[in-house]
């Protein structure tokens, strides 16, 4: 798979596009929406934006942070320290998947 492929992080834990059944104890409608277009990259993160304006893969950088990464879905839900307040308000604790592994 290429590293430029549209669905990235999607398709690096699924192989056939299918409903969620977790998304049935989502009760907040927009919860749930959000989160689905979350997944399915429909969102304003720079990884997705920079593309239209033809800004490289690896220069889509977070510009919230100083990490100097790419602001990817990965780093938003689990490493950028802005949302650090998010991710414990909505219990969001994971030491894997990390971009080694």
């Known amino acids: 798979m290429s590293i430029q492929s549209n669905l990235y992080y999607y398709r690096m834990f699924k192989d056939v596009l299918s409903y969620e059944l977790y998304l049935d104890n989502i009760t907040n409608d ?33 510009v919230l942070c100083t990490q ?21 308000k909505y219990n969001i604790t994971s030491s894997w998947p990390n971009l080694n592994t």
């Open 30 to 62: 927009k919860r749930r929406k959000t989160l689905t277009q979350f997944g399915l990259s429909l969102h304003c993160l720079f990884i997705e934006t920079g593309k239209y304006n033809g800004t490289p893969r690896n220069k889509r950088k977070c």
């Open 68 to 88: 100097n990464v790419c602001e990817s879905e990965y780093h938003c839900l689990l490493c950028c320290p802005l949302y650090k307040e998010l991710r414990t």
